[in-house]
């Protein structure tokens, strides 16, 4: 049992960090196509962040067009960009200010100097840009260490990996539902120029799934695996079955009766995740069952605010 | 060896006698500074530093767009209280608060002191801070200041004098805690040399005193607070996590059938006892300012039913105002029939048309004060005021006399302090927190607060106060 406010803070602490994290992962591969010669789908790479993080018209109304420089600055940087690295870290940050009684006193400090760190890179500039997105990543992943190994195990700790696992599952599908859209687009506008390769590895090297996917499939890097791979297989750490059964057995360790809906929106997803064959998923249309369970992921969402985290 | 000075003039030096000999309670730790160079003991402070800003000990600048927090200085050098000296100062403060407690219970039930004769009653009762909601309420163990964090100087006559008594939200108690940490950290061999007498068990004395404060079985006691912007935000959090109770805002409770109740996660649960870091003025819309949205609506209708207890009680306010601070050696005399044994400052009323010509005629010597004022805020320091400052205080003096009070520009007390240029005396305060529950209880120690200004006598953290910590040897 705790306060609903404390819930809300916590779970929004760690969902703000997972999406710095996430946007750290993105941008990094974003980068990393522009420069490889002859990119025919370079433009459209650096469009990708943008269009997942809901921010093109912010953008474009700022800058004449898209480079890596302004790319950088706006989604890196920049304090009046509510979706930068920056602003997530400083809600982050702040989440974590207003609860700090709860956490621990090294994750306080953890996620305390990651926003001063931050700050440093916002007066100094970003000298290497792979160098600031490891530095993201590694930030988002000794804050979840220290979550593992330093707090009591109870409500606190649930809504923090809660918080985590929503982001993640949502982070998760737009990412294969915008790459998908943008490879389809290439290959429909260059057929004989086919990018799919490098397309598919960097989505799968974004998620941190490479290796995975390596020793699942032994084989070219292709739609159909990456597919059932970062939505149906339990076993990968970021795929959307592996975020929807984190968060049942999570939504089961809660005290109290409110979380009934919850449970039940949440296992109705997840036995879905399970049972369906890629082959489904591909016939009725990646991009329209993506889009589906995103509005579902949503609808969890709110049904967790109301249920827990609703305070007037 | 380092180099110590002494105030100039007459002031009275912590560390040092007026033949600049070492005061014996001092010896043990000036032949340890002696024994450390300078570039260590800098490196000890830098790390001070870095370790307060990890660690979030800041206060937030009102105002400030960018987020800024600030740090409260920290001196290394200790306040250094012997035994014998705080054997009197324990039993005055706490011989001071009872009576102040009895007070408040008389002034909102049969008023006998004000019958008596002993206090004008205009001066209590249409008094800002009197709070005519609290009439008539019983309050359990007829407690209304749980918290009491009472101001002393010493003068350059070596003698304590209270300040003032803070009886509504007094703070600072976090920075005594955090400061004996940090001294641990930094020199553990110092306390090894000292038998200081500890303070960490402050959270488990306020917690059982909050606990006291209830009749209910088992009560659920949360701090409440105004919310992260705060400035002393850092310090209700770290209550509320030291005692193991939750730290609520005013949205986080509501009010239904006279019961005030938290939202949690697993549905409401109501709440005993709040301890509130918030104003009177803004806990419940509905009694008092009807635009808070700090506060709870309904509050003060759940309070009077005697469903929840506030600590401090609301309308505390009027016992530390400082129009009413120099009756308060009567109020000793009146209740508990004691001969006080901790000396008040002489105060000038302005609102006596005698003491206000003696006032105005004086006014390059003394300090004039704000009755309702605090922070080192609103206040004139006739010694060290220009021209036109005393010459605008007098305006104000005279258009609203009884808004003021004055007192003898008071020699505060100095200790060595880490400054720019080495080791500078610097004039330091300390306020000691003062629990009431079943008994009256002090952690030994205190907020020693230090004006890092050469000769400023404001201590205040918003002016630019730093502190230290306070040293209380065990007998």
């Known amino acids: 049992m705790m306060l ?26 974003s980068f990393s196509l522009s420069l490889l010669p002859q990119s025919q789908g370079a433009r459209a790479e650096m469009r990708a962040p943008l269009v997942i993080t809901e921010t093109l018209d912010r953008f474009s109304a700022r800058y004449p067009k898209i480079t890596a420089e302004a790319l950088l600055q706006f989604m890196a940087l920049d304090r009046d960009n509510p979706a930068s690295i920056l602003s997530c870290i400083r809600h982050a940050r702040e989440n974590a200010h207003a609860v700090r009684g709860k956490i621990t006193v090294e994750m306080w400090e953890n996620i305390n100097a990651t926003w001063l760190e931050a700050k440093n890179f916002e007066a100094n500039g970003i000298a290497n840009v792979g160098d600031f997105f490891d530095w993201v990543k590694a930030r988002s992943h000794v804050f979840r260490g220290i979550a593992y190994g330093t707090i009591l195990r109870g409500d606190a700790y649930s809504f923090i990996r809660l918080g985590t696992f929503i982001e993640r599952a949502d982070n998760t599908a737009r990412l294969l539902d915008v790459k998908a859209s943008l490879i389809a687009q290439a290959n429909k506008e260059n057929p004989q120029d086919a990018q799919d390769y490098y397309a598919w590895s960097s989505l799968l090297r974004a998620l941190s799934a490479y290796e995975a996917y390596v020793e699942m499939y032994r084989e070219g890097v292709e739609m159909r695996s990456v597919t059932e791979l970062l939505v149906l297989s339990p076993r990968l750490p970021r795929s959307l079955c592996a975020c929807l059964d984190a968060i049942c057995k999570i939504v089961a360790q809660i005290e109290g009766d409110n979380g009934r809906l919850v449970q039940r929106e949440a296992h109705l997803l997840l036995n879905d995740l399970r049972f369906t064959e890629v082959d489904e998923i591909l016939e009725h249309g990646l991009h329209e069952y993506l889009s589906e369970c995103l509005v579902e992921i949503n609808a969890l969402g709110n049904t967790i605010d109301e249920a827990y985290l609703r305070v007037a | 060896m380092h180099q110590i000075d002494l105030p100039a003039q007459t002031g009275f030096d912590e560390m040092l006698d007026r033949d ?30 870095l370790l307060f800003h990890r660690v979030g000990i800041t206060f937030s600048v009102h105002g400030d767009e960018s987020g800024n927090e600030r740090l409260i200085p920290f001196d290394t050098i200790p306040r250094i209280i012997p035994a014998e000296e705080w054997q009197l100062l324990e039993a005055g403060l706490k011989q001071r608060v009872a009576a102040l407690n009895a007070f408040l219970h008389d002034i909102y039930h049969h008023q006998h002191i004000l019958k008596a004769g002993k206090i004008p009653a205009e001066q209590v009762l249409v008094n800002a801070q009197y709070r005519s909601a609290m009439c008539g309420l019983d309050l359990p163990h007829n407690l209304y200041a749980h918290i009491a964090g009472i101001d002393i100087i010493r003068h350059g006559d070596g003698n304590y004098y209270v300040l003032e008594d803070n009886l509504r939200v007094p703070s600072g108690v976090s920075y005594m805690l955090e400061n004996r940490k940090m001294m641990m950290r930094l020199f553990p061999e110092l306390f090894e040399k000292h038998a200081v007498a500890p303070v960490e068990h402050y959270p488990t004395l306020l917690l059982s005193t909050l606990r006291q404060s209830s009749y209910a079985d088992n009560p659920t006691v949360v701090v409440m607070t105004p919310g992260h912007y705060n400035s002393a935000y850092f310090e209700h959090a770290f209550l509320a996590q030291q005692m193991g109770v939750e730290l609520v805002e005013g949205r986080d409770l509501f009010v239904k059938d006279l019961k005030v109740y938290m939202r949690t996660t697993a549905g409401p649960k109501q709440v ?21 949205s700090l ?9 009077r039913a005697g469903n929840v207890v506030l600590a401090n009680a609301i309308g505390t306010g009027v016992a530390d105002d400082k129009s009413i601070y ?17 000396l008040n400052v002489p105060t000038w009323q302005c609102r006596n048309p005698s003491e206000l010509s003696h006032v105005l005629a004086n006014l390059d010597e003394l300090v004039v004060k704000e009755v309702h004022g605090a922070g080192g805020y609103g206040m004139l320091i006739g010694p060290k005021a220009s021209k036109a400052e005393i010459e605008h205080f007098r305006d104000l003096l005279k258009a609203n006399p009884a808004n003021y009070i004055a007192q003898p520009t008071l020699s505060l007390s100095t200790c060595p302090t880490f400054v720019e240029e080495g080791i500078a005396p610097r004039h ?30 404001v201590v205040n953290s918003s002016q630019g106060g730093g502190t230290k910590d306070a040293w209380i040897l065990e007998a």
Do not use: C
């Open chain 2, 20 to 49: 600049h000999s070492i005061r014996p309670h001092y010896k043990p730790f000036f032949d340890w500074l002696n024994a450390q160079t300078p570039a260590m003991l800098g490196q000890r402070r830098k790390e001070a530093e």
């Open chain 2, 272 to 292: 005993d006892v709040i301890y509130r870091r918030l104003d009177d003025l803004f806990i419940d819309p509905l009694v008092f300012q009807a635009d808070s």
């Open chain 2, 295 to 303: 506060g709870v609506p309904g509050l003060i209708a759940a309070y």
């Open chain 1, 4 to 29: 609903s406010r404390t819930a809300d803070h916590l779970y929004w602490m760690s969902r703000y960090l997972e999406r710095a994290e996430n946007l750290a992962r993105l941008l990094d591969v």
């Open chain 2, 326 to 342: 120099p009756y308060v050696p009567d109020m000793i005399r009146f209740y508990l029939d004691e001969e006080p044994l901790l």
């Open chain 2, 428 to 457: 330091i305060d300390l306020r000691p927190f003062v629990l009431s529950g079943n008994t009256v209880r002090i952690v030994p120690g205190g907020l020693a607060r230090v004006a890092l200004q050469k000769g400023s006598l």
